[in-house]
């Protein structure tokens, strides 16, 4: 049971502000999610390197040694930008080769994201103090998603926290309870997915990963989504270039989105929006049930 | 809009606390709330003919449970805006999300743009006007009022509708079950006119349509085929050769295939062949089945006539795993026991110490479990009433509301605020001791509340907004919330509501008690009832009385990790309830971590369920004292679970009562007696470490070791 935020800015006009607006809608949502936090941020910048968010709980191993083994593996350029215990690798080298390389080679660490513009942050306890251990307020970019946790049934742990990957640059944060991820996280692990957690959330990310792997669009996807998870879920998910939000045919669990030429932001409380710029100009309103909403910065 | 006399309420400078008070407080007056953000509870509880403007959005539940006033919105709102209105106004300037209006009971609710899903969920008598569209499940369980949408309705309009009225003038992607559309009836189009006019909105009342119940879904269907046999004349001998199996004229029939359908022989000579050629004796023919014992046999006969799964009361009957598997090694050369009589031995508890102004304080740590005035006579509930006020403890109201008579014979009053909000009102609810947010109960968790007909009486249909006799079926989710991250706003709204007076208790049935009551603190209660499978019920389905839910010996100590893994042991109070019936249960599940219990089914026992003084009159409806369970069926000789004031005559109040407060008496005793045998000076003390497991089950689900050794079963040491 959470909290969940995303910001999705169609124009340039405060792409700047993208951290600062996303850590003042993360602060709204602490009461519905104290017990972690996460946030995954899709900055602008134009290079075309490959970025491996991952992380070392607790700890803050010498970072500079892996890159210098990876970049010998990848036979490519591998820059290392480590924060507490979390670290991206950048690399104009193949991405899924560097991912695939960290997860073999390193021991107690955690792949969160890996793709052109996804950096991933989660970590326990209160939201504030976990957007400004990670310097959520400073980033800036294109769209960013974020979350609270109050754990339900697993446990409260980092790696519980959401956003949880889905793929290349798509990951997924997630409000409700589903009743039926035992049984489908069974059927993804013999399609081929693998899972950290017994978190009905990192499923439904699973899930995703699955069809996208299998060719669906992300519209496909989610509405394979409607079919498969059974259950409570309000889900908002950011791709490489779009956003995108999903709430299940009952619709039990709350969602407010607004929008306006500049930008949309959807919440669990319509008070995260309240801190919006521009809300005036904004249209407001409650998305429906079992309807796929996207935005995407393609035209 | 601002006006001289206005006086201005900064969100930003005031505690949301401070101006609920303010505004609660205030007989008459023009008011502006400023910097709303979204803030959630904003304007809830207003009773004084007042106006609130409030200058910006707002979170959940805005001017909640709204009495008399004036409360505008100037932006958009969030779930609930205007939740169980009573009277007055609330208009929303923008566009609201879910549950506008949810178990409104009267006045006027205007949104002048959208309205998201369930608008007007399970509405008593408010009239909601919506400017623009509504979301799906409008008007869901809508019982009396009126919904008037200008715009479109989403699909499912009307699902499970009663008595209110939906006029809509735009298109209905579906209806919802049981809805229909209606003719308009002579006054409809008057009444559509002044609310709209009302509302301030503009449309010409030809352009609507109405919608109203079929009324299809007001009475369970029961098929009845023996009985259509039996109306049709049809002969036993022809029965047999038919589909017939059932109970006919009281006599159990073979069933269709009856291999001695057609055998000329009489069935004593069959017998006799049979042990004379296979060398079987007489008992041969009388060798019950374990898999399809005689019960078993007679419901698939039952669910074959009728096609209506069996409703009944009690609780669950078959054979639990119960407290009784657990023993108290006492006292001896290592712990040496009290006095009886002579040493204190404390039983009181207090519950919401630190969030509540008043906190409830209880002479012993029993109380009386929540049981409604509808399935429940005004005699039980006066008698319940009598008997805890006699031992120093609380009584519990139920799903329907409070009765004056039981708040006058209640000292200490739980009210229940359950998903159907069935005689929910501010006035009451400030009347209460406590609230306890019922999320389910033991006999059912995960379903609703019911009542059958024959107990939907003029006075219970009227205070829970109902037609006479229909068969209710109460919501199993809460029409303004699901999950603990909204049922932290949604206490936070009813502190406000009681200006934080009282405590605030949960209750959940024993599903996943260790994650249930984590999250229930993490809501914010100061009490979570836990409710076991022994639970009992006045009606429900008995595959859920019977399969749902963990033993109460099970629950406890799940819900006491929870707390002890929070902190908050002892702080937050849990209340164990669930086939609790001696002051052995109590200790032991003190023991077990449990600070008070509930009862109900033995507190009814002790005012006179089951009594053999009316021995006969169970004969006569087919069941014997010490087996009635028919709670459902309204026809109590007891006079307890009626509304029949004849039946209900023949419970006298202060008899009930004494017999109450004896009972209450002796488990109070019993449970010192074992305190002090175990070294005791107040009841709390006693614990896991005191106690032993007779059986392997026992000990795995309490986690107390079996008697004679250290071990518990799967837990590791």
């Known amino acids: 049971m959470c909290g969940i935020v995303g910001l999705f800015l169609k124009t340039a006009k405060y792409r700047s502000d993208l951290g600062r607006l996303t850590a003042s809608m993360l602060h709204e949502m602490r009461a519905r999610g104290p017990d972690s936090a996460g946030f995954a941020i899709y900055d602008d910048r134009t290079e075309e390197l490959n970025r491996v968010t991952v992380l070392a709980e607790g700890h803050q191993p010498d970072w500079s040694v892996t890159a210098v083994e990876l970049q010998r593996v990848l036979q490519e350029t591998v820059e290392v930008r480590p924060l507490r215990d979390h670290a991206v690798f950048e690399t104009a080298g193949d991405g899924r080769r560097a991912r695939q390389w960290l997860i073999d080679n390193l021991d107690d660490v955690d792949v969160l994201s890996f793709g052109k513009r996804i950096e991933l942050y989660k970590a326990v306890g209160d939201p504030d103090r976990v957007a400004s251990d990670y310097d959520l307020a400073s980033r800036t970019g294109t769209h960013a998603v974020a979350h609270t946790r109050m754990a339900t049934e697993s446990a409260v742990t980092t790696n519980g926290s959401h956003p949880f990957l889905t793929g290349a640059d798509t990951c997924l944060v997630h409000n409700g309870s589903l009743s039926n991820h035992n049984q489908l996280r069974e059927r993804l692990v013999r399609c081929g997915e693998s899972f950290q957690t017994d978190n009905d959330s990192e499923v439904a990310a699973g899930y995703l990963a699955w069809r996208l792997r299998e060719g669906d669009t992300l519209n496909e996807a989610l509405r394979g989504s409607l079919v498969d998870l059974d259950g409570f879920y309000t889900f908002a998910v950011g791709t490489e270039d779009g956003f995108a939000v999903l709430r299940d045919p009952i619709a039990c669990k709350p969602a407010v989105i607004a929008e306006t030429d500049d930008w949309v932001a959807m919440s669990s409380e319509y008070r995260a929006i309240a801190t919006l710029p521009d809300l005036a100009d904004a249209e407001v309103f409650e998305p429906e049930p079992a309807r796929v909403y996207t935005w995407s910065l393609v035209a | ?717």
């Open chain 2, 1 to 717: 809009m601002s006006k001289a006399t206005d006086e201005v309420l900064n969100l930003h400078q005031q505690s949301l606390r401070e101006i609920n008070s303010r505004l609660r407080k205030a007989t008459a007056g023009h008011f502006v709330v400023t910097d709303p953000h979204g803030a959630h509870a904003v304007a809830v509880g207003i009773t004084g003919d007042i106006t609130v403007e409030i200058m910006g959005s707002v979170g959940y539940y805005a001017a909640g449970m709204h009495q008399r006033g004036t409360v505008t919105v100037h932006g958009n709102a969030g779930t609930g805006i205007g939740e169980n209105i009573m009277s007055g106004t609330v208009r929303v300037i923008g566009s609201a999300t879910m549950s506008a209006g949810a178990t409104g009971c009267g006045g006027l609710l205007v949104i002048e743009g959208n309205a998201g899903a369930r608008c007007g969920i399970s509405m008593k008598g408010v009239d909601v006007v919506v400017g623009g569209n509504i979301g799906h499940m409008g008007a869901f369980m809508a019982q009396a009022g009126t919904l008037v949408v200008l715009g479109d309705a989403d699909h499912h309009l009307g699902d499970s509708i009663y008595e209110a009225n939906v006029f809509v003038r735009g298109s209905v992607a579906s209806l919802g079950a049981d809805c229909v559309e209606a003719e308009m009836r002579p006054g409809d189009l008057e009444h559509l006119e002044m609310l709209l006019s009302r509302a301030g909105l503009q449309a010409e009342v030809g352009d609507f349509r109405r919608y109203g119940s079929a009324r299809r879904l007001y009475n369970f269907s029961v098929d009845d085929i023996d009985a259509e046999l039996r109306d049709a004349g049809l002969r036993d001998a022809e029965l047999r050769r038919g589909s017939g199996c059932g109970i006919i004229d009281g006599t159990k029939q073979g069933s269709g295939d009856d291999p001695g359908a057609d055998d000329p022989e009489p069935a004593h000579d069959r017998k006799n062949l049979s042990s004379k050629y296979l060398g079987i004796g007489d008992d041969w023919h009388h060798r019950e089945s374990h898999t399809f014992d005689r019960n078993v046999i007679s419901e698939i006969q039952r669910a074959a006539n009728t096609g209506i799964y069996r409703i009944r009361g009690f609780g669950a009957k078959r054979r639990l795993p119960t407290l009784d598997d657990l023993v108290f090694l006492g006292a001896s050369m290592s712990r040496y026991p009290l006095e009886g009589y002579r040493e204190d031995c404390g039983t009181d508890v207090t519950i919401g110490e630190g969030k509540a102004e008043r906190p409830v304080y209880l002479r012993i740590p029993i109380t009386i479990a929540g049981m409604s005035f509808g399935s429940l006579s005004a005699q039980a509930k006066e008698a319940l009433g009598r008997g805890a006020n006699a031992a120093g403890t609380s009584t519990t109201t139920g799903d329907g509301g409070m009765t004056p008579e039981e708040r006058k014979h209640s000292s200490i009053l739980v009210y229940q605020y359950l998903p159907s909000r069935y005689g929910m009102n501010p006035d009451d609810i400030r009347k209460a001791d406590a609230i306890e947010v019922v999320v389910g109960q033991g006999a059912k968790p995960g379903g609703g509340g019911m009542l059958l007909g024959q107990k939907v009486s003029e006075r219970v249909a009227a205070m829970r907004t109902l037609p006479e006799g229909v068969d209710q079926r109460s919501a199993c989710r809460h029409p303004d919330w699901t999950g603990p991250d909204d049922l932290q706003i949604k206490i936070l709204e009813l502190r406000e509501i009681v200006d934080w007076q009282v405590p605030i208790y949960i209750k959940v049935g024993a599903a996943r008690p260790y994650y249930d009551t984590a999250l229930a603190v993490k809501a914010g209660a100061d009490a979570i009832v836990v409710d076991g499978m022994q639970g009992g019920t006045a009606a429900t389905q008995e595959v859920f009385i019977e399969h749902v839910g963990v033993p109460t010996i099970a629950a406890i100590g799940e819900s006491v990790r929870a707390l002890k893994e929070l902190g908050v042991h002892r702080e937050v109070k849990l209340i164990a309830a669930g086939g609790i019936r001696s002051g052995a249960d109590v200790a032991k599940a003190l023991a077990l971590g449990a600070d008070a219990v509930s009862i109900g089914t033995a507190a009814l026992i002790a005012i006179g369920d089951n009594s053999p003084h009316f021995a006969e009159q169970y004969r006569v409806i087919g069941s014997a004292a010490g087996y009635w369970e028919d709670y459902q069926a309204g026809t109590d000789p007891a006079g307890i679970t009626t509304q029949d004031p004849e039946l209900s005559r023949h419970l006298d109040p202060v008899i009930g009562g004494r017999r109450l407060a004896n009972y209450l008496q002796v488990l109070t005793l019993e449970l010192q007696t074992l305190a002090r045998a175990n070294g005791k000076s107040h009841v709390h003390n006693l614990e896991p470490e005191d106690l032993a497991a007779l059986t392997v089950e026992a000990a795995a689900m309490a986690k107390v070791p079996i008697a004679g050794t250290s071990w518990i079963p799967g837990v590791i040491s």
